[in-house]
């Protein structure tokens, strides 16, 4: 069974930078196409970013293009989010999620995501 414990989310101002880490155990990281997705107060969650198992692919949502960075390193069986350029918009709770039959299309599916983390909050605000 796949866990992932995310961390590095807090505080920021506007313009302000963060790196969220998602940590995976209990399985073979490099098995599995891995997620970020966010979920501010009273919205639906939503996605922004995925990697594919070797890393060699991603893909982003419109609203984050050029801003944020998926990155994977299958030895720490780790995945980051570099967020720059943060926006108050950007508010919400963070979280990676992993599935292991799709991979990292250009249009990203919650729907096909089977296991999750508990999520980092993010607060981008003066």
């Known amino acids: 069974q796949l866990q992932l414990v995310e961390s590095g989310g807090g505080w920021v101002q506007p313009g302000g930078s963060l790196r969220l880490s998602c940590a995976t155990s209990?399985?073979?990281?490099?098995?599995?196409?891995t997620g970020w997705f966010r979920q501010a107060p009273g919205k639906e969650r939503e996605a922004v970013a995925c990697i594919s198992r070797s890393g060699r692919s991603t893909n982003y949502a419109d609203s984050v293009k050029g801003r944020f960075t998926i990155s994977r390193d299958n030895a720490k069986n780790t995945v980051y989010l570099q967020m720059n350029s943060l926006r108050p918009d950007a508010t919400a709770v963070y979280y990676c999620?992993?599935?292991?039959?799709?991979?990292?299309?250009?249009?990203?599916?919650?729907?096909?995501?089977?296991?999750w983390g508990q999520g980092s909050p993010v607060t981008v605000s003066s």
């Open positions: 209990g399985s073979t990281q490099e098995d599995y196409a």
């Open positions: 999620a992993a599935e292991k039959f799709v991979g990292c299309p250009r249009r990203i599916s919650i729907a096909t995501y089977d296991y």
